[in-house]
């Protein structure tokens, strides 16, 4: 039995569809990612999930349970990761767990040994009486992780968990999360970087105007919809559209990545020299694709554009 399944999932705001009817399944000790621009639906899904946010119709069911009719319940056995800093500064690095803990009814000395064993696993053992204001950003992202750990939960939600961070911190935060999922718990994830669903999610979920447009493994769907190898075309920008004209019908997708264009079904296509390109403002490199260049093709945008 999936850990979470929705059918015909809908979420509408008077008479905007935020989700659109929507299938899916995330199955025990997963990383399930969700993908997609600004107002793709993604945020939305993960509050229905999360029973922030009740689901217009549809089913949605987490740990077997239904969101419509058990929402304190499914609420108390998760773990929440927010995008936003939601620490109490005027608490230390353990009193913010151990106030959070006591929603979860849980006796002091339970509170206790939990709140010092999550700042253990997180890394922040030595950082307990310090003030939150002390602390570097990847540190207070990894605060938040122990935080959603207290009570255990078999399904952390984390909403762009390492946004803003450098690369070290965001891979400190990596290796806790593998350390996580190796332990049994689920994860549903929602981020803006390529390199981090790639790294962590099982499978993915790319969304667009309310819908999924794909679902299945980074690496399966790159495969499928991207093939073995892209042409990367740099050029500029006054060249951009007659190329574009150029390549119509001569290659099976192009998407505009703005700084350069990716063609992939080349099909034993190569640069015209007489197109009369800018040849100090060209390049081409074949290599092979990525995800980014599966989320530009399906979406025509990147991640980051509003």
Known sequence: MSVIRAKSLVKRFGELT???SIDFAVEHSECFGFLGSNGAGKTSTMRMISCVSPATSGELFVDDLDVMTSGRRIKA??????QEDNLDEDLTVLGNLLVHARYFELPKHEREERSKEALEFMGLASRAGSA???LSGGMKRRLLIARALLNRPRVLILDEPT???DPHARHLVWQRLIQLKAQGTTMVLSTHYMDEAAYLCDRIAIMGEGVILTMGTPAELVKEHMGDEVLELRLAPWDKEKAMAHLEGKVDSIADAGDALILSGLNGWSLDPELGLDPQHTSVVQ???NLEDLFLRLTGKGLEDE
């Open 18 to 20: 935020a989700v659109n």
């Open 77 to 82: 056995a998760l773990g929440v990761v927010p």
């Open 132 to 134: 939150i204001d002390t």
């Open 163 to 165: 946004t803003g961070l």
């Open 287 to 289: 290599r092979p694709p």
